[in-house]
């Protein structure tokens, strides 16, 4: 039913008694309605219960899949999609609509800010039932709780998803019915933000962005363009509806891709000793390599990371190996075989000290100590080249401060692998150490240099393009 279309020009309040006047007046000054909207507002209501009663629209998340779906309306994704309040809200009413398009059950939930740039009756009207507003409403017959909310979901979209959100989002902030869902949940979360670009700059929105990132939210865009202060252009504008869209049927794409494959990531630095407290070791803080094995895992992996010393904590669903050196490294690494895909994001130590004294060197006048050096052996390559249990998919990384795409595709030769993921490690590029990472993808057929991003997006990015290859798609 459209509610949108339904006439209710003839509705005469006045014909009804006095008590039900009374609770309809009541129920309109709590809403902050006039007597006419509120009757409007409850015959939507009813006509969109009656419609998810026909037809089970929002079958419950217990046994989502028992029932035989005979159509696209009962059967398409269940997404919350949460209204914040900037205003880029007016562009959330046609991703409704998009989203409806494709299938999608919708259930909305305004912010209180979101109510003053949209109404709740244009989202109820265009989604097909009364959006969600408060945290506890229990005099509401359509309160269903910010529990079930959360569970009878398979994806929550937050659009526009403002500054203050983010931040309460990645405080983990619950203080009202946005934010409660999106504590409570355990599906996949995707935000497009929007807001003003100074807002968007600023340090502390940097900081929440990444707490997201490294929760595992999703992001889509923000875009550059005209800001809706006249004259002000820049990087804020929320995604359009349907990049959102495309970002939504990725994220639930992306659900199981992996399920079934076993993949094995190398991770961090490692750590070479030269006596008991000293050793070789680089900057590497495996930050890309440990999101890569939690994207992996997210997408159903069965997922072992070999880490070397880091100061991450282990991503979750992932079966963690500590390791200190790269030979151990490599041995922990050909354990995991036979596997499907084994990605090299760790920064091995090219050599290690041929002979790492049993007891500390002690400073001596009149000389330094000479240190020699031996080669560690290269994991990437060995597995690339073997003959038997070879992964079907090899990724390596090259991690260059010069001609970074020249010398990335001389290394997909020498070390045989099939994918090369090089960045620039510059001290310039600030990648080292940081949370963000431009990355050019090189294979057999050529070279894909991706925008500068959260690592934790080419991690997501990277384990889709993994996924499709194994499904024959590419390689
Ligand atoms: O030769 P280079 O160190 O630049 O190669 C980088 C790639 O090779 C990375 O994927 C890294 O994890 C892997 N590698 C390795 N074992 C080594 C050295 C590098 O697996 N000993």
Same mark, same amino acid.
């Given at each position: 039913m459209d509610a949108g279309k339904t006439t209710l020009a003839s509705l005469t309040v006045r014909q009804l008694d006095d008590k039900l006047k009374t609770l309809l007046r009541l129920r309109a000054a709590r809403h902050g309605r006039s007597m006419e909207d509120e009757v409007r507002v409850i015959l939507r209501e009813a006509a969109a219960q009656a419609d998810r009663s026909a037809g089970e629209r929002f079958a419950p998340a217990a046994h989502p899949k028992a029932q035989a779906p005979s159509s696209a309306a009962e059967s398409g994704p269940r997404i919350v999609l949460i209204i914040g309040g900037g205003i880029a809200a007016y562009k959330s009413l046609d991703l409704i609509r998009r989203l409806q398009e494709r299938g999608a059950r919708l259930r909305c939930i305004l912010t209180a800010a979101a109510r003053h740039f949209v109404t709740q009756l244009a989202v109820g009207a265009l989604s097909g039932s009364q959006p969600f507003t408060e945290l506890f409403d229990p005099q509401s017959e359509f309160d269903v709780g910010h529990i079930r909310l959360?569970?009878?979901?398979?994806?929550?979209?937050?659009?526009?998803?403002?500054?203050?959100?983010?931040?309460?989002?990645? #405080?983990?902030?619950?203080?009202?019915? $946005?934010? /409660?869902?999106?504590? &409570?949940?355990?599906?996949? @979360? +995707?935000?497009?933000?929007?807001?003003?670009?100074?807002?968007?700059?600023?340090?502390?929105?940097?900081?929440n962005l990444a707490q997201l990132a490294a929760d595992g939210v999703g992001v889509v865009g923000p875009n550059f363009g005209e800001m809706a202060e006249r004259g002000e252009a820049g990087l804020g504008r929320m995604a359009e509806?349907?990049?959102?869209?495309?970002?939504?049927?990725?994220?639930?794409?992306?659900?199981?891709?992996?399920?079934?494959?076993?993949?094995?990531?190398?991770?961090?630095?490692?750590?070479?000793?030269?006596?008991?407290?000293?050793?070789?070791?680089?900057?590497?803080? #495996?930050?890309?390599?440990?999101?890569? $094995?939690? /994207?992996?895992?997210? &997408?159903?992996?069965?997922? @072992? +990371?070999?880490?070397?010393?880091?100061?991450?904590?282990?991503?979750?669903?992932?079966?963690?190996?500590?390791?200190?050196?790269?030979?151990?490294?490599?041995e922990a690494v050909e354990k995991t075989l036979p596997t499907d895909v084994a990605i090299f994001a760790a920064a091995v130590a090219d050599w290690r000290a041929e002979s790492p004294s049993a007891s500390k060197i002690k400073k001596r006048t009149g000389g330094t100590p000479t240190l020699k050096l031996m080669e560690n052996p290269d994991i990437l390559a060995s597995i690339a080249h073997r003959k038997t249990a070879r992964p079907r998919l090899v990724i390596g990384f090259a991690a260059e401060t010069d001609d970074v795409v020249v010398n990335a595709r001389a290394k997909l030769t020498q070390k045989g692998c099939d994918w090369i993921v090089a960045n620039d490690v510059s001290p310039e590029s600030g990648i080292m150490g940081g949370d963000s990472n431009t990355v050019h993808l090189v294979t057999a057929s050529g070279v894909e240099s991706w925008p500068p991003q959260a690592k934790d997006r080419v991690a997501h990015l990277l384990v889709e393009r993994i996924a499709a290859a194994l499904d024959g798609a590419e390689r």
């Open positions: 959360a569970r009878e979901a398979d994806l929550i979209v937050v659009a526009p998803a403002t500054a203050d959100l983010l931040a309460k989002m990645a #405080g983990g902030h619950a203080d009202d019915l $946005a934010t /409660a869902v999106l504590l &409570a949940t355990d599906k996949p @979360i +995707l935000i497009a933000p929007a807001m003003n670009p100074q807002m968007w700059v600023a340090k502390a929105t940097a900081r509806p349907l990049e959102i869209v495309a970002a939504v049927e990725g994220l639930l794409r992306r659900g199981a891709t992996l399920a079934g494959k076993r993949i094995v990531v190398t991770s961090g630095p490692t750590h070479e000793p030269i006596d008991p407290v000293r050793f070789i070791a680089n900057r590497s803080s #495996g930050k890309q390599g440990h999101a890569i $094995a939690g /994207a992996a895992a997210a &997408a159903g992996g069965e997922v @072992i +990371l070999v880490s070397g010393p880091v100061n991450l904590p282990d991503p979750p669903g992932v079966t963690v190996v500590r390791v200190e050196t790269a030979r151990q490294m490599f």
